[in-house]
């Protein structure tokens, strides 16, 4: 009961995350359009989460 009360206060949202760099970027990012499409990964995510994993904010978009 307390695993899906913790679920229910996540923020999921769609990110795009560089496999490489370990950066964390809006969809419509700039550096997403130039990023290798291998390094290339789309999640539903709460952010927190990410930043959990040793993932870091994007500087130009900086999602949150």
Request: proline letters at 3%.
């Amino acid at each position: 009961e307390e695993a899906a009360a913790e679920e229910e206060t996540k923020n999921i949202k769609s990110y795009v995350l560089n496999e490489r760099s370990y950066k964390i970027h809006e969809p419509s990012c700039y550096s997403v359009e130039i990023m290798a499409e291998h390094n290339k990964r789309y999640v539903e995510a709460d952010l927190q989460d990410l930043l959990d994993m040793g993932y870091d904010r994007c500087g130009n978009c900086y999602p949150n």
